[in-house]
């Protein structure tokens, strides 16, 4: 299955956790193609074929917030595909949870009702730690992608 995964991050937190749901997806033999929304240009990145599957992540802005990039390249897509975009969008997200629970992963969390996420959300707090994170994200992984190569959903 082609997928999009596209990420937006200040730390390097969303980052890591992006290149581990790109390692599982490879390991599974999904083509994935990475769009760090930091470092390339969206719109041309986007100029290939639609995806079967989006990934989208991000770190939370102020007061839950979704930072700036991370907005543009929602546009980049809107721009490119349309709206309802023509796959599924599953959503994750880094985030703080000493600066609000009411806040934490607030931009991953935004970011799934804008798209009508069927999937959970994959909420991780700062960086991802140790095998249990390690496994929450896997998890997380073969969940949408078990979803999703469903008979029912592609």
């Known amino acids: 299955m082609h997928i999009l995964l596209a990420f937006a991050s200040l730390s390097g937190n969303t980052r890591e956790v ?3 749901i790109r390692a599982r997806c490879d390991a599974l ?3 994935v193609d990475w769009i760090d929304v930091d ?3 969206v ?3 986007l100029a290939g074929e639609p995806p079967a ?3 989208v992540g991000s770190w939370t802005d102020n007061a839950g917030r979704t930072p700036a990039e991370m907005k543009d390249c929602v546009a980049a897509l809107r721009d490119r595909f349309g709206l309802p975009l023509p796959f599924p969008v599953a959503v994750f997200g880094t985030g703080e949870t000493q600066w609000g629970e009411e ?3 607030g931009a991953a969390h ?3 009702r804008f798209f009508g996420s069927p999937y959970p959300v994959l909420e991780i707090e700062q960086m991802p730690h140790g095998a ?3 496994h929450t994200i896997h998890h997380w992984a073969d969940t949408v992608l078990a979803h999703t190569t469903s008979p029912t959903t592609c």
């Open 132 to 134: 249990e994170d390690t």
């Open 29 to 31: 033999g999904h083509r």
């Open 103 to 105: 806040y934490y992963c």
């Open 43 to 45: 719109a041309v990145a």
């Open 18 to 20: 992006a290149a581990l």
């Open 110 to 112: 935004r970011l799934a």
């Open 39 to 41: 470092a390339v240009d």
């Open 53 to 55: 599957l989006c990934l």
